[in-house]
C-alpha cells in the first residue's frame, strides 16, 4: 500500500505559480512511476504529466508542456509539479498517483492522494 498526500495548491491569479507536491509513505517510492491528473466537475481525470522512476524521464499533455515541470526527490519521497504562467482553464483538483509502469490512463494507476484544489483567477 502506498499512501499520496498532496500540498501546495490554492488561489492564484493568471500567470502565477504554484508548486505542488506528493508525499509518499513508501520506503519503495523510487519504484513507483508517478503521474499527476486533474478534475473538475462533471469531467473525466485528466492526464497532466508524469515522471519515470528515477526522474530522468518525464511526459506532459501538449496545454501544459513549457509551463509545467515535474522533478522527483526519492530520498525525500516527494514528487514536485511546479507550475507556472497558470490560466485560468488550469483550474481543477489536482491528484497524484502512483504506478509500477508507465501510462498516461488513469486506470494503470494503482494508488490515488487525496487532492489539492487550484484555483486560477482571470
Known amino acids: 500500500q502506498v499512501n499520496l498526500v498532496e500540498s501546495g495548491g490554492g488561489l492564484v491569479q493568471a500567470g502565477g505559480s504554484l508548486r505542488l507536491s506528493c508525499a509518499a509513505s513508501e520506503r519503495t517510492f523510487s519504484s513507483y512511476v508517478i503521474g499527476w491528473f486533474r478534475q473538475t466537475p462533471g469531467k473525466e481525470r485528466d492526464f497532466v504529466g508524469v515522471?519515470?522512476?528515477?526522474?530522468?524521464?518525464?511526459y506532459y499533455k501538449d496545454s501544459v508542456k513549457g509551463r509545467f515541470t515535474l522533478s522527483r526527490d526519492n530520498a525525500k519521497n516527494t514528487v514536485y509539479l511546479q507550475m507556472n504562467s497558470l490560466k485560468p482553464e488550469d483550474t481543477a483538483v489536482y491528484y497524484c498517483?502512483?504506478?509500477?509502469?508507465?501510462?498516461?490512463?488513469?486506470?494503470?494507476?494503482?494508488?490515488w492522494g487525496q487532492g489539492t484544489q487550484v484555483t486560477v483567477s482571470s
Open positions: 515522471i519515470n522512476w528515477s526522474g530522468g524521464s518525464t
Open positions: 498517483a502512483a504506478s509500477r509502469g508507465i501510462g498516461v490512463q488513469p486506470k494503470v494507476y494503482n494508488y
